[in-house]
């Protein structure tokens, strides 16, 4: 994993830079998201493995799947993937590049487990607390566990805080 990741980072890097200089980071991000779930697929993967298809087919066959709302760099750089033989690092990139989107943005994903059910005031002192804290906008996502005796666990990224 930590392999592909580092494979990945120049083309996520290359990717988040273009997006920010055209102003289409949602644009980009939606269909690199998009790409990276096709190609997570097991038998994507195996097809992209494949030495029998060309690789230009291969993005050809990302891009059908994807759809019409692909402006002609995101077309460019999944060429650029195909050509470099990296078209099954789509899930690596596209993770990667919505983490420098939200880094550009200030935005965090936050996930709140409880032992009870938060009440929608509850939510929000939380996610105002949380950021202040985090010095980011907080979408917070709350899910209840009754297997906890107490408290809250709340994950982002490789945070986690148990209270």
Known sequence: ??????????YAKAAFSAAQDQKQLAEWSEVLTVAGQITANEDIRQ??????????????????????NVTESVRNFLMILAK???????????????????????????????????????????????STKLERQVSLAASMDKSLIGGVIVRTGDMVIDA
Do not use: H, W
């Not at 994993?1 to 120049?10: I, K, V």
């Open 1 to 10: 994993m930590a392999q592909l990741r580092t494979l990945a980072r120049p």
């Open 84 to 130: 470099n033989r990296r078209l099954s690092l789509l899930p690596e990139i596209a993770a990667l590049f919505n983490t420098y989107r939200a880094d550009f943005e200030r935005t965090v994903d936050i996930e709140v487990t409880s032992a009870y059910e938060l009440t929608d005031e509850q939510q929000q002192k939380l996610a105002q607390a949380l």
């Open 47 to 68: 097809l992209l493995a494949s030495p029998g298809t060309e690789e230009q087919k291969k993005a050809e066959m990302i891009l059908e799947c994807v759809g019409d």
